[in-house]
């Protein structure tokens, strides 16, 4: 089992442009989340799947979309980024009523 | 919402010592209590968690204590080591019993513990 995985570990855009960060996990896991982590700030969630089908906004979703394409998968999405946006984020995913495993992260840089 | 406050934001202590790290949260709804530690550069990984049916929870070194009341809990470590050195992040959500709940972690700020040989 990888767990959780993420691509790509290292971004570097420039103001305006899009990227979409990918989150995979293989262990049949119902929900899936998408953190940002900033210093001083702990981790903030940006977006959630409960379970396949459905996507909800978390703490922080302005700026960001979401799409769960499969159980397996939930990616984040950046249509204009922002300098604000520079941070690292983090994919989770959970069994029921229980622990949430994180993956490796994202590190994003908008210049 | 939930809001979870943790203190103190840094810990410096001697290899041996015991270190305590407390966290408070808002809602009295909230029944699951998990806590993280992230090395430098790396992922946050479970180290313990409590449900507000207990009181205290122990693993080895590592134990956790939950004030339902007071609504804080706090992370206690003992015969501390350098490789317990790291960011600890406390976080509480709602889970029920029924595992219906979507598991919607708050996290506190985060505690730099250094641990000097």
């Known amino acids: 089992n990888a767990g959780v995985t993420q691509t790509p570990k290292f971004q570097v855009l420039k103001t305006g442009q899009s990227m979409t960060l990918q989150c995979a996990q293989d262990?049949?896991?119902?929900?899936m989340y998408w953190y940002r982590q900033d210093p001083g700030m702990g981790l903030r969630l940006i977006y959630y799947?409960?379970?396949?089908?459905?996507?909800d906004k978390g703490e922080v979703p302005n700026g960001y979309n979401v799409s769960r394409l499969n159980k397996r998968e939930f990616s984040l999405r950046l249509e204009s980024a922002a300098p604000s946006q520079t941070s690292v984020y983090f994919c989770?995913?959970?069994?029921?009523?229980?622990?949430?495993?994180f993956g490796p992260g994202t590190r994003l840089t908008v210049l | 919402g939930e809001n979870v406050e943790q203190h103190p934001s840094t810990l410096s202590v001697q290899e041996g010592d015991s270190a305590v790290i407390k966290c408070t949260y808002s809602?009295?709804?909230?029944?699951?209590f998990p806590w993280y530690k992230q090395e430098l550069g790396k992922r946050p990984q479970l180290i313990i968690d409590?449900?507000?049916?207990?009181g205290e929870k122990k693993d080895q070194r590592i134990a956790v204590t939950l004030n339902k009341t007071a609504k804080h809990f706090s992370l206690h470590i003992t015969e501390t080591q350098p490789e317990d050195s790291a960011v600890y992040f406390c976080?509480?959500?709602?889970?029920?019993?029924?595992?219906?709940?979507?598991?919607?972690?708050?996290f506190g700020q985060g505690t730099i513990l250094t641990v000097h040989p």
């Open positions: 409590i449900r507000s049916n207990v």
């Open positions: 809602d009295s709804a909230s029944n699951y």
């Open positions: 989770a995913s959970r069994r029921r009523a229980d622990t949430q495993y």
């Open positions: 976080a509480a959500t709602v889970a029920n019993a029924g595992g219906t709940s979507y598991g919607k972690l708050t």
């Open positions: 262990m049949n896991h119902n929900s």
């Open positions: 799947s409960a379970s396949e089908g459905t996507t």
